[in-house]
């Protein structure tokens, strides 16, 4: 599976992005699909992730209430639109795809989309800028 993300750029504080994360491969809906974002000397941090099943979204607690995460099964995409952006959103974004494993939906349900370490498929990134 090969991910693209973009969408970035350089956005005043208060503004909004829409990033867009396009895959390849034919299964796109056996995969859960996060965000991350890093900023420069800092660890990579979770942003949102949307299940497989009926598209539920999990949202880091940095950016509750300000960013939405969705999919479009068959345009096999996930989309991050973030609101009210301030300067500490400024990092590289990166979408990142979770396969299902063999165990079952019960088992993959529990599992912590919150973790970069469950994620098979990383995409290169995209640069946000959030000026003050």
């Known amino acids: 599976v090969q991910l693209q993300a973009s969408g970035g750029g350089l956005v005043q504080a208060g503004g909004s992005l829409r990033l867009s994360c396009a895959t390849s491969g034919r299964t796109f809906s056996m995969y859960a699909m996060g965000w991350f974002r890093q900023a420069p000397e800092k660890e990579r941090e979770f942003v949102a992730a949307?299940?497989?099943?009926?598209?539920?979204?999990y949202y880091g607690d940095s950016v509750k209430g300000r960013i939405s995460i969705s999919r479009d099964n068959a345009k096999k995409s996930v989309y991050l639109q973030m609101n009210s952006l301030n300067p500490e959103d400024t990092a590289v974004y990166y979408c990142a795809a979770k396969k299902r494993t063999l165990y079952g939906l019960a088992y993959d349900l529990n599992l912590d989309l919150g973790l970069s370490s469950e994620y098979n498929y990383w995409g290169q990134g995209t640069q946000v800028t959030v000026s003050s």
């Open positions: 949307v299940s497989w099943s009926d598209g539920t979204p």
